[in-house]
C-alpha cells in the first residue's frame, strides 16, 4: 500500500483497543475542512514520505501482546490496490482491525466483510446525498455511499457513522436527512471542526458563519436521535 502516515499507538481511534494508525496516501474526495490534507493526493514524487509497509509488519511483530490493533484510514483506504492482502496479512498476524472509509467503493468493503477481515469500521458521511458534489470532484456515484451504508448495517462486526459538522454541508434539514439513510444505525458521532487545524482549503475556515456552537451541534443530536441507536457529539 502506499502509506503517508504512520502512528505507533493511540487509545482513542478504536474504541477499547489499543492501537497504531496506518494513514494510507491518495483520496478521491476534496473537502476543504481535511484534516490531513497531505494525505489526500496521491503517491508521486515531492507529496508526502511514504512508509515501508515491509518495516511496519517488523513492527507489529515487535508489538505482539501490547498492541491490540490497527486503524487503516487515510486519505481513502479502499483505493488501494493491495488492501485486501494488506488487512488478510494483519490479521493472520493476531490482530484486530478498524478501517476507516467514505464508502464510495462498496465492492472493496463487500470483500473485506466477505473474508472476515475488519473487526469494526467507521464511514464518514459528508452530508445529504443530493449535496455530496459539494465535497467531491466531479460526479459521484451516491447509490454507492447508500449501498455501503446498508452493507455495513447489515455486514459489519461493529460500525459507526460519523459527520464533520461545518456549514454549508449539515445544517438540521439535511441532518434529518442523514438520519432517514442510516435509519436504525446502532452508533452516529457528530465531529466539531477545529477552527485552528491544518486543512486542505486554509481560505475555507476564514468564512463567516461556517461553524457551529456547542448549542447547535446538540441541535443537531437532537436532530439525529430519533433514527439512531447511540449518538455521541465529539
Same mark, same amino acid.
Given at each position: 500500500m502506499d502509506i503517508g502516515g504512520f502512528q505507533k499507538n493511540s487509545m482513542i481511534d478504536f474504541p477499547k483497543t489499543i492501537a497504531c494508525i496506518i494513514f494510507t496516501q491518495g483520496c478521491n474526495f476534496i473537502c476543504p475542512y481535511c484534516h490531513n490534507p497531505d494525505l489526500v493526493a496521491g503517491s508521486r514524487k515531492g507529496v508526502g514520505d511514504l512508509y515501508d509497509q515491509d518495516r511496519i509488519?517488523? =513492527?507489529?511483530? %515487535?508489538?505482539?501482546?501490547?498492541l491490540e490493533g490497527v486503524v487503516i484510514t487515510g486519505g481513502e483506504p479502499t483505493l488501494q490496490k493491495d488492501l485486501i492482502d494488506f488487512c488478510r496479512k494483519v490479521k493472520d498476524m493476531g490482530y484486530q482491525l478498524k478501517l476507516d472509509s467514505n464508502g464510495t467503493r462498496p465492492a472493496v468493503l463487500a470483500n473485506l466483510f466477505d473474508g472476515c477481515l475488519v473487526d469494526f469500521i467507521s464511514m464518514d458521511i459528508k452530508t445529504s446525498l443530493e449535496n455530496y458534489h459539494l465535497v467531491a470532484p466531479g460526479k459521484v456515484d451516491t447509490k454507492k455511499i447508500f449501498k455501503s451504508i446498508r452493507m455495513i448495517m447489515e455486514k459489519?462486526?461493529?460500525?459507526?457513522?460519523?459527520?464533520?459538522?461545518?456549514?454549508? =454541508?449539515?445544517? %438540521?434539514?439535511?441532518m434529518d436527512d442523514i438520519g432517514k439513510m442510516i435509519k436504525g444505525a446502532s452508533r452516529y458521532i457528530l465531529q466539531k471542526c477545529s477552527q485552528n487545524a491544518t486543512v486542505l482549503d486554509p481560505q475555507f475556515l476564514k468564512l463567516d458563519n461556517i461553524f457551529f456552537s456547542d448549542k447547535q451541534m446538540m441541535e443537531l443530536k437532537i436532530t439525529i436521535d430519533k433514527y439512531v441507536g447511540e449518538s455521541v457529539v465529539r
Amino acid at each position: 500500500m502506499d502509506i503517508g502516515g504512520f502512528q505507533k499507538n493511540s487509545m482513542i481511534d478504536f474504541p477499547k483497543t489499543i492501537a497504531c494508525i496506518i494513514f494510507t496516501q491518495g483520496c478521491n474526495f476534496i473537502c476543504p475542512y481535511c484534516h490531513n490534507p497531505d494525505l489526500v493526493a496521491g503517491s508521486r514524487k515531492g507529496v508526502g514520505d511514504l512508509y515501508d509497509q515491509d518495516r511496519i509488519f517488523e =513492527f507489529l511483530e %515487535k508489538r505482539k501482546g501490547f498492541l491490540e490493533g490497527v486503524v487503516i484510514t487515510g486519505g481513502e483506504p479502499t483505493l488501494q490496490k493491495d488492501l485486501i492482502d494488506f488487512c488478510r496479512k494483519v490479521k493472520d498476524m493476531g490482530y484486530q482491525l478498524k478501517l476507516d472509509s467514505n464508502g464510495t467503493r462498496p465492492a472493496v468493503l463487500a470483500n473485506l466483510f466477505d473474508g472476515c477481515l475488519v473487526d469494526f469500521i467507521s464511514m464518514d458521511i459528508k452530508t445529504s446525498l443530493e449535496n455530496y458534489h459539494l465535497v467531491a470532484p466531479g460526479k459521484v456515484d451516491t447509490k454507492k455511499i447508500f449501498k455501503s451504508i446498508r452493507m455495513i448495517m447489515e455486514k459489519a462486526p461493529a460500525y459507526e457513522f460519523r459527520t464533520t459538522c461545518l456549514k454549508p =454541508f449539515v445544517n %438540521k434539514d439535511i441532518m434529518d436527512d442523514i438520519g432517514k439513510m442510516i435509519k436504525g444505525a446502532s452508533r452516529y458521532i457528530l465531529q466539531k471542526c477545529s477552527q485552528n487545524a491544518t486543512v486542505l482549503d486554509p481560505q475555507f475556515l476564514k468564512l463567516d458563519n461556517i461553524f457551529f456552537s456547542d448549542k447547535q451541534m446538540m441541535e443537531l443530536k437532537i436532530t439525529i436521535d430519533k433514527y439512531v441507536g447511540e449518538s455521541v457529539v465529539r
